[in-house]
């Protein structure tokens, strides 16, 4: 193994660590950055895990071939897994993932405040931890979050809401209706929180009304994120408030719950309400052209994926990986990179879809 000291310029530290990884012989190391302090890398060929949640919504299921033909391309052997089970097959994976030598895992979690002890064997394995798009909570055992800005999704969603109300009709008040994702999903909040920053003051001055009263975020959870529990709540909104007052619109947290809001509306004979969505799903998409759905969000997993798979590089070559904040996950403040979400409506889905074939050709 060789040891770069501080002394050694970045040139030919580089010289080195390139000769051991194109070699792929032994371990890099590589002084970091100004600290003095070195950081090692990794076996260029090191087994990644990736853990995933259930295929709740299209950007999962997208992410799995992703990431196994990307690590490959990168020289990684990846073993990349789904939670369809829940919890308990997550931890299970996880401890299995680092049995088998994984040098970094991605956790895309099911529920992130349930995996400490395992995040903690894989502190003592030596194992870098990268939450990948929902933090992981109350353990110390994380090293970097990588995610778009979800606060900013619900932002966006919640002004998105605004708009479209707007738009049908000139003035309020308007009657909405609050979805939020599932309680064992740490992006439920974030998501919540960042549409209410826009919608409280609007529903404050009495330009927005919810009906139902159920305003905050345990009332309007959807439980594992399923599109029937969606639709049998939204079923029930309408028998109970709306029978002699028109819906105006819906925040929806994401696509799937947003079909099933749809579907309940039209069952029940109302006409189609703005309603919010998240994550570019074919279906939702064609919805949007077809002036149902009112709106989504581009948050383009190939480059979540292409982020991710960039930090793993990083940490197998000894580098830092580059982040540009801090989120605090109840324990430590993490290391994190965000991605930039962007709202898509009828209006801007040719451009926002523009390097994306797959979906531009739906806006057509
Ligand atoms: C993701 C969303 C997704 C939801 C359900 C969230 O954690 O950020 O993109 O819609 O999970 O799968």
Do not use: H
């Given at each position: 193994m060789v040891r770069i000291t501080k002394t050694m310029t970045t040139v030919a530290a580089v010289a080195v660590v390139s000769a051991l990884a194109l070699s792929g012989c032994g371990r890099a190391g590589t002084a970091s950055e100004g600290s003095g302090d070195t950081a090692s890398g990794f076996d260029a060929g090191a087994t990644i895990g990736v853990a995933l949640p259930q295929k709740t919504s299209e950007n999962w299921v997208l992410a799995e071939s992703l990431f196994n033909d990307g690590l490959k391309n990168a020289d990684f052997k990846p073993e990349v897994q789904f939670a369809n089970a829940g919890v308990t097959e997550q931890q299970n994976q996880i401890t299995s993932m680092i049995s088998n030598g994984a040098k970094v895992l991605i956790v895309g979690a099911v529920d992130g405040s349930q995996l400490d002890t395992q995040l903690q064997q894989a502190k003592d394995a030596g194992v870098t931890v990268i939450a990948y798009d929902r933090i992981l909570k109350?353990?110390?055992?994380?090293?970097y979050y990588l995610a778009y800005d979800n606060y900013k999704v619900g932002q966006l969603q919640g002004q998105a809401l605004l708009d479209g109300m707007s738009s049908k009709k000139s003035s309020g008040p308007y009657n909405i209706e609050l979805f939020a994702g599932s309680n064992d999903d740490a992006n439920s909040k974030p998501f919540f929180d960042g549409a209410m920053s826009v919608l409280q003051p609007k529903i404050d001055d009495g330009t927005v009304k919810v009906a139902s009263g159920q305003m905050d975020q345990s009332a309007a959870a959807t439980q594992g994120w399923k599109a029937e529990n969606a639709q049998k709540r939204m079923d029930t909104l309408l028998a109970g408030f709306y029978t002699g007052t028109e819906l105006d619109g819906v925040l929806s947290p994401n696509d799937t719950l947003a079909r099933a809001v749809l579907t309940s509306v039209k069952a029940a004979g109302k006409p189609i309400p703005v309603v919010t969505g998240q994550d570019s799903e074919v279906e939702s998409v064609k919805s949007i052209m077809a002036g149902e759905q009112y709106s989504t969000i581009n948050k383009d997993t190939r480059d979540l994926v292409n982020a991710a798979i960039a930090m793993v590089k990083d940490l197998q070559q000894g580098n830092t990986p580059q982040t540009t904040s801090e989120q605090d996950n109840g324990t430590k403040q993490v290391p994190t990179k965000f991605l930039e979400p962007v709202i898509v409506t009828k209006e801007n889905a040719a451009e926002a879809y523009a390097n994306n074939p797959a979906l531009e050709a739906l806006t057509k």
């Amino acid at each position: 193994m060789v040891r770069i000291t501080k002394t050694m310029t970045t040139v030919a530290a580089v010289a080195v660590v390139s000769a051991l990884a194109l070699s792929g012989c032994g371990r890099a190391g590589t002084a970091s950055e100004g600290s003095g302090d070195t950081a090692s890398g990794f076996d260029a060929g090191a087994t990644i895990g990736v853990a995933l949640p259930q295929k709740t919504s299209e950007n999962w299921v997208l992410a799995e071939s992703l990431f196994n033909d990307g690590l490959k391309n990168a020289d990684f052997k990846p073993e990349v897994q789904f939670a369809n089970a829940g919890v308990t097959e997550q931890q299970n994976q996880i401890t299995s993932m680092i049995s088998n030598g994984a040098k970094v895992l991605i956790v895309g979690a099911v529920d992130g405040s349930q995996l400490d002890t395992q995040l903690q064997q894989a502190k003592d394995a030596g194992v870098t931890v990268i939450a990948y798009d929902r933090i992981l909570k109350n353990t110390s055992a994380i090293d970097y979050y990588l995610a778009y800005d979800n606060y900013k999704v619900g932002q966006l969603q919640g002004q998105a809401l605004l708009d479209g109300m707007s738009s049908k009709k000139s003035s309020g008040p308007y009657n909405i209706e609050l979805f939020a994702g599932s309680n064992d999903d740490a992006n439920s909040k974030p998501f919540f929180d960042g549409a209410m920053s826009v919608l409280q003051p609007k529903i404050d001055d009495g330009t927005v009304k919810v009906a139902s009263g159920q305003m905050d975020q345990s009332a309007a959870a959807t439980q594992g994120w399923k599109a029937e529990n969606a639709q049998k709540r939204m079923d029930t909104l309408l028998a109970g408030f709306y029978t002699g007052t028109e819906l105006d619109g819906v925040l929806s947290p994401n696509d799937t719950l947003a079909r099933a809001v749809l579907t309940s509306v039209k069952a029940a004979g109302k006409p189609i309400p703005v309603v919010t969505g998240q994550d570019s799903e074919v279906e939702s998409v064609k919805s949007i052209m077809a002036g149902e759905q009112y709106s989504t969000i581009n948050k383009d997993t190939r480059d979540l994926v292409n982020a991710a798979i960039a930090m793993v590089k990083d940490l197998q070559q000894g580098n830092t990986p580059q982040t540009t904040s801090e989120q605090d996950n109840g324990t430590k403040q993490v290391p994190t990179k965000f991605l930039e979400p962007v709202i898509v409506t009828k209006e801007n889905a040719a451009e926002a879809y523009a390097n994306n074939p797959a979906l531009e050709a739906l806006t057509k």
